[in-house]
């Protein structure tokens, strides 16, 4: 199974920071990673898929970037609705997710 | 818009099997791959398995030979079963759609609560 682990697990941040989170996996995924936003009690929504591409709708604060085994979801001025949990997700074999980065208030 | 809604019991009694099914509306069901993944409380996702229209599935390593996915074209829908669950399967239980076999999931339902206990 191909492990993905992110980094930090806990984010403080100002809102207007410029907010990075890192994921990595176990072994090559080439692109085949996305990013996901979730809200307490919601189900987790898409933001990025094939590692860079916007999911339809999504604010172009938020980037992605990466391929192989290091990837990094970039929000460019953290804004007061971007305050979640994100998670990776590799599907380059099976599926599998980070732990996730919880982006709080600091 | 497509959507998706689970439905179940809410509560299963340890030993026993979780069922549960995920309606497809606004949308047809076919061409498309279907997943189920979990959340226990507090913690991170865990992709159950996946079904195609056709009836293929397949499951992660952790859950093959306790769970099944089956598929109702004719219903627009499809189900979870597993089986022998103990506390740990208590969790919330989405179900979400891919573009293809091993892909992102670009939409989900809102998730069931599925607590295991006596």
């Known amino acids: 199974d191909i492990h993905m682990t992110q980094s930090p697990s806990t984010l403080p941040a100002y809102v207007g920071d410029r907010v990075t989170i890192t994921c990595r996996a176990s072994q090559s995924i080439l692109t085949y990673l996305a990013w996901y936003q979730q809200k307490p009690g919601k189900a987790p929504k898409l933001l990025i898929y094939e ?9 172009s604060r938020f980037s992605g970037s990466g391929s192989g ?9 953290l804004q007061p609705d971007d305050f979640a949990t994100y998670y990776c997700q590799q599907y380059d074999t099976y599926s599998t997710f980070g732990q996730g980065t919880k982006v709080e208030i600091k | 818009q497509v959507q998706l809604q689970e439905s179940g019991p809410g509560l299963v009694q340890p030993s026993e099997t979780l069922s ?7 949308g047809s069901i076919m061409s498309y791959y279907w997943s189920w993944i979990r959340q226990p409380p507090g913690k991170g996702l865990e992709w159950i ?3 195609f229209d056709d009836g293929t599935a397949r499951y992660h390593s952790s859950f093959k030979g306790r769970v099944t996915l089956s598929v109702d074209t004719s219903k627009n829908q499809f189900s979870l079963r597993m089986n022998s ?9 989405f179900c979400a759609r891919h573009p293809m ?17 006596s």
Not at chain 2, 102 to 116: C, H, M, R
């Open chain 2, 20 to 26: 549960l099914t995920c309606s497809v509306s606004g």
């Open chain 1, 51 to 59: 590692a860079t591409t916007l999911e339809s709708g999504v604010p």
């Open chain 2, 85 to 93: 669950v103990t506390a740990a399967d208590t969790a919330v239980y």
């Open chain 2, 49 to 51: 398995g996946s079904i």
């Open chain 1, 69 to 77: 085994t290091d990837f990094t979801l970039t929000i460019s001025s």
């Open chain 2, 101 to 117: 076999r091993d892909a992102y999931f670009d939409v989900w339902g809102q998730g069931t609560l599925v607590a295991v206990s």
